[in-house]
């Protein structure tokens, strides 16, 4: 574990656990994050992660409401859009941690408690808008 | 009286807590969250219960009631922590 | 009788409250959740003192006194959340 700790610098380690709660929702972002012009329909991102179509509104809500990805209607589709450029670096240098050292990130996505937990801390949290 | 002040802080204390963790349901739709805001709510409600059993009511004998409700409320939370705090 | 069994219900439930709270605790090292564990655990032991109380009503100042500390534990444990992160 502590190995683990060393390998992925503190800041990427902080944007991690702050923006990320499974592997999916970070393979979604970082797939959003390498085509940044591009549009994604629920579907798109449902298929290319092998998940549910659920799973995928959830994953994607979870992005937009964290200022990673924006939203547009008719039909619903979604776009990596980072909050400011220090939120983009930091996908930037989340990606290159993935690419690198792969086992290590997803280790530290595992090790954290669910995002159920997670939520029920953050509704406590009245300084964040959600 | 002591025992006022408690119930009403008890009272306004479950109430901040089932607030806030129902309006977080509403919006992220973690089901953990539901519960748990049902239960304070409901603890809210049992410690609201003495305030009308001891002043409002004397001359009925609500705890048994007051328990009942505090009781289904701890239930709710137990069964929430159970089935779905692992929930990604 | 049936006074017994619900208090038995709610000290029990409080107990394994406290247990997923002190869990989710030892996880996220978030203070938060050690309030809810302390709060849930010491209101479990509280009212258990109702069992060697004859009149639940008399409102015995200790038992009340142990229930405004759970409740303040719980306060804290949210305002520590609301500070201001340096």
């Given at each position: ?123 406590f ?6 | 009286?002591?025992?006022?002040a408690v119930n009403v802080l008890g009272t306004l204390v479950a109430g901040l807590c089932a607030v806030l963790l ?18 304070f709510a409901?603890l809210a409600?049992s410690n609201a ?40 | ?34 309030g809810f564990?302390?709060a849930f655990?010491?209101e ?23 229930r405004l500390l759970s409740y303040l534990l719980i306060l804290a444990a949210i305002a ?7």
């Amino acid at each position: 574990m502590t190995n683990t700790r060393n390998e992925i610098p503190a800041y990427v380690r902080r944007f991690l656990e702050e923006n990320i709660d499974t592997v999916p929702q970070l393979e979604t972002l970082l797939m959003m994050y390498e085509k940044p012009d591009r549009d994604w329909l629920i579907a798109d991102v449902a298929s290319r992660n092998y998940i549910t179509e659920p799973r995928a509104t959830d994953t994607l809500n979870a992005l937009q409401r964290r200022g990673l990805v924006s939203v547009e209607e008719s039909p619903r589709r979604f776009r990596f859009n980072p909050a400011n450029d220090d939120v983009r670096g930091l996908v930037a240098e989340l990606a290159l941690c993935y690419q690198r050292k792969l086992s290590a990130v997803t280790e530290l996505i595992h090790a954290k408690p669910s995002a159920s937990i997670k939520e029920f801390a953050r509704a406590f949290d009245l300084k964040k808008d959600r | 009286m002591l025992q006022l002040a408690v119930n009403v802080l008890g009272t306004l204390v479950a109430g901040l807590c089932a607030v806030l963790l129902l309006r977080a349901y509403g919006t992220v739709r973690k089901r953990l969250l539901l519960w748990a805001g049902l239960c304070f709510a409901g603890l809210a409600a049992s410690n609201a219960f003495v305030v009308v059993d001891l002043f409002l009511v004397p001359e009925l004998d609500l705890y048994r009631w007051r328990l009942g409700v505090a009781a289904m409320a701890m239930l709710l939370l137990v069964y929430g922590l159970v089935f779905e705090s692992d929930q990604s | 009788m049936i006074e017994g069994f619900l208090l038995g219900v709610i000290v029990t439930c409080s107990f394994v409250a406290a247990g997923f709270f002190a869990r989710f605790w030892r996880a996220t090292r978030d203070l938060l959740f050690l309030g809810f564990a302390a709060a849930f655990a010491l209101e479990g032991l509280n009212r258990m003192a109702f069992l060697f109380l004859d009149e639940p009503n008399a409102g015995d100042e200790v038992i009340y006194g142990v229930r405004l500390l759970s409740y303040l534990l719980i306060l804290a444990a949210i305002a520590n959340k609301n500070r201001t992160k340096l």
